[in-house]
């Protein structure tokens, strides 16, 4: 086990060191471990977490994104960087840069072919999940971003018990039954003592292209409830748009200034912390 001192949770963490199971990789140097969570797949957690990761690291900080979504690893070809494969050293594995100096790591730039699935047991998919914190040589970051698994899994619990997370941001989008699904999630980290920043809704509404009028499909009284019952903030409502749809065949240069400012809650909740 490493040393508290050098341990992103250590002013909020509660347990004694003798029980602690996360491992401190020496060569590494992370302030802030930040959890991106769905209750599902599909409502837009790796774009969130790219996107956060970008803002982020245009503002001048060292960034890191660890995909752990193991089941579906997406970041690779968000970030610009499919088909790159990571190799390893004796001190540990090395992750991949993107063109902005984002580290990245990803099962899939472990693989010959990424579209071949990985047909593994939990357990082995729970330990690959904690080697990319714990193998991967990070070095000084002030932000790390990882995209979690969705749901409530094994995957997730091993990784919310086995890394220091600095808090969670949750995404979801506007449907009943999703809320419902996002809840366990708020839930199961509240019960770990993980700090949740808030939600980000995608898909929350669309903009006429004839008229800029704000479009929702869905009624707010459930979002409202949503927030009330659960307790946290609403960070941002995101909308239906192409340009985030389409980020990894059109790039982040294809990204409206408009759409990066929805972003801003969520960056000044996270530097705040």
Sequence with gaps: MGDCNSCPSR??????????????????????????????????KSTVSVMIAKILR???????????????????????????????????????????GIKVISLNFMIEDENQPVVWRGA?????????????????????IIDMPPGTGDITLTL????????????????????????????????????????????????????????????DRNLKSFISQNDIELLSELPMNSNLAEIAEQGYDSISEDIYKLFDNVIKVIEKD
């Excluded at 002013?11 to 199971?21: I, M, P």
């Design 160 to 219: 919310m018990q086995s890394v220091p997370l600095t808090g969670v941001i949750m995404v979801s989008i506007p449907q009943d039954m999703v809320s419902m699904i996002v809840s366990k999630s708020i839930n199961m980290a509240k019960k770990l003592n993980i700090k949740v920043y808030g939600v980000i809704e995608n898909m929350s509404y669309a903009i006429c292209p004839h008229c800029d009028e704000k479009i929702k499909f869905h009624d």
């Design 58 to 100: 245009k503002k001048g900080y060292s960034v890191g994104i660890m995909d752990a979504d193991v089941m579906g690893p997406s970041i690779g070809r968000l970030t610009g960087l499919g088909g790159k494969q990571a190799y390893g050293t004796e001190e540990g594995i090395l992750p991949i840069l993107t063109d902005d």
């Design 11 to 44: 002013e909020s963490c509660k347990k004694d060191s003798s029980d602690c199971g996360v491992k401190i990789n020496p060569n590494n140097k992370i302030k802030n471990v930040i959890g991106i969570m769905s209750g599902k797949g599909g409502v837009g």
């Design 124 to 144: 082995l998919l729970s330990g690959c999940v904690t080697q990319f914190w714990s193998d991967v040589l990070w070095g000084e970051l002030d932000y790390l």
